[in-house]
């Protein structure tokens, strides 16, 4: 793991992808000829990095489904959470990187959610996620305040405790309509 945070370049990224057998085989000079093509060169790096991301989170999908017990399962995982800076000194650290998951699990559901015939369950399940993204961030943050009982910490957090709150109500009153659907219907 670096010590200090260089970002990897396009070239580091599609060589990776490349042995992957992503991108096939790819020079870096198709790498950098690539990146050219846009008009800020940071558009590359972020799409090829989701790329990458992509792939590796597929991988762990099929890697999942094996078998372990409890002690394997969180080892697995903490390797993983080893090449998040921070993740074992730092709790805001880890709720940010816990929030910023979440926070990407939304995105397909913000998709899915804003078609208009997805009905009530995936717009429960995007205000759910964006409540619990909105109450990951303030964790951190919080923690110290939590831990030694200083509630006047916690002000500066209350319109986000009042957005966490409403969204989850927003969940469960999506839920509700599915629910009463089903009643109404006899099921």
């Not at 390797?79 to 939304?106: C, H, P, T």
């Not at 006047?152 to 986000?160: D, H, L, R, S, V």
Request: no cysteine; hydrophobic share 50%; charged share 20%.
């Amino acid at each position: 793991m670096r010590s200090e945070y260089t970002p990897v370049t396009v070239e580091q990224i599609g060589a990776a992808l490349t042995a992957l057998g992503f991108l096939g085989d790819l020079t870096a000079a198709e790498h950098a000829e690539y990146a050219a093509q846009f008009s800020n060169p940071g558009i590359a790096r972020v799409r090829l990095v989701n790329a990458l991301l992509g792939l590796a989170q597929r991988e762990a999908m099929l890697a999942d489904v094996i078998e372990l017990d409890d002690e394997n399962r969180f080892a697995a995982l903490g390797e993983q959470l080893k090449a998040v800076d921070g993740w074992d000194n730092d709790l805001a650290v880890r709720m940010a990187f816990i929030g910023w998951q979440v926070y990407r699990a939304s995105i397909p559901l913000q998709l899915v959610a804003r078609d208009p015939n997805s009905g009530p369950i995936p717009v429960a399940a995007l205000n759910a996620a964006e409540g619990m993204h909105s109450l990951l961030s303030m964790i951190g943050a919080t923690h110290e305040a939590a831990a030694t009982g200083d509630i006047g910490a916690f002000a500066p957090y209350a319109e986000e405790l009042k957005r966490g709150r409403e969204l989850m109500r927003a969940a469960i009153e999506n839920i509700e309509i599915v629910l009463n659907m089903l009643d109404s219907a006899g099921l």
